[in-house]
């Protein structure tokens, strides 16, 4: 939103009334789906400061910019898992199937996914899949809403995306997935890797044994960069870490 602002206001300044202009958007009224930008828009179209082939630019520029914003709008925390996340993973990796008592005789709702494996000596391997996401805000802009601070993957602003409620014990394997305004990325990492991560924090909820959390930030990102793979490889990864837990050759 920031680089849409400063491209407009350049635009802006070309105006023979700019500062009068200006004074209006200070005052103006806006209901869906006629917004400030619109208005914008259409004036500098009509004054021929913006032709149409650059006002294309300027919207394809900013779509591509933006690509993943709409997921800052999913409600919090369990709609961006149950509404989001799992469809998404999914799509991703196809083999991966919700798990249930038919699958594993002890499923409780422990974990999120099941992955069939077949080893080379034909012995089958049922991998338990916990999936965590969280997204890139602004960590100085907390009352505001999470589409207006969310930020873009190359942004210098602090960010804080804590992954919550893990419980190393009830899955083999950890897909995190981290959202930013215009990027997707994801980390693989087996429960023991997790449990022994010097940014694991064990007992997130007094009472709740076996449950922590960790955050990722700027500080530290860098430091999970072994972890982490492109979507094309999540299914790869897996059974890669959940052999390295298991030390499967």
């Not at 933006?66 to 800052?72: A, E, H, P, S, W």
């Not at 087996?190 to 959390?213: A, L, M």
């Not at 860098?222 to 837990?245: D, G, L, M, N, P």
Request: charged share 35%.
């Amino acid at each position: 939103m920031e680089k849409l602002k400063k491209d407009l206001n350049k635009l802006i300044q070309k105006l023979e009334n700019a500062e009068d202009f200006r004074a209006t958007l200070e005052d103006l009224f806006s209901v869906y789906p006629f917004s400030e930008y619109e208005y914008i828009i259409s004036h500098l179209l009509a004054a021929d400061k913006l032709t149409l082939e650059e006002y294309y630019d300027l919207r394809n520029s900013y779509i591509d910019r933006n690509l993943y914003l709409y997921i800052f709008e999913i409600s919090a925390p369990r709609g961006l898992g149950d509404k989001w996340a799992f469809g998404h993973l999914k799509e991703l990796v196809p083999d991966f199937q919700r798990p249930n008592k038919k699958l594993d005789s002890r499923y409780s709702g422990e974990y999120d996914f099941w992955l069939d494996w077949v080893d080379k000596k034909n012995k089958h391997h049922g991998i338990r899949v916990e999936v965590k996401t969280s997204r890139a805000v602004d960590f100085e802009k907390p009352d505001e809403p999470l589409y207006i601070k969310a930020l873009s993957s190359d942004s210098n602003r602090p960010f804080d995306m804590n992954f919550q409620q893990i419980k190393t014990k009830c899955a083999d394997v950890f897909v995190w997935i981290a959202v930013w305004r215009d990027k997707i990325r994801y980390w693989v990492l087996s429960s023991d890797e997790v449990q022994n991560n010097r940014y694991f924090s064990k007992g997130q909820h007094r009472g709740n044994i076996g449950e922590g959390q960790l955050h990722l930030n700027r500080e530290n990102i860098s430091e999970f960069k072994k972890y982490e793979v492109k979507s094309t490889e999540i299914k790869e990864a897996v059974i890669e870490v959940y052999k390295r837990q298991k030390k499967i050759k």
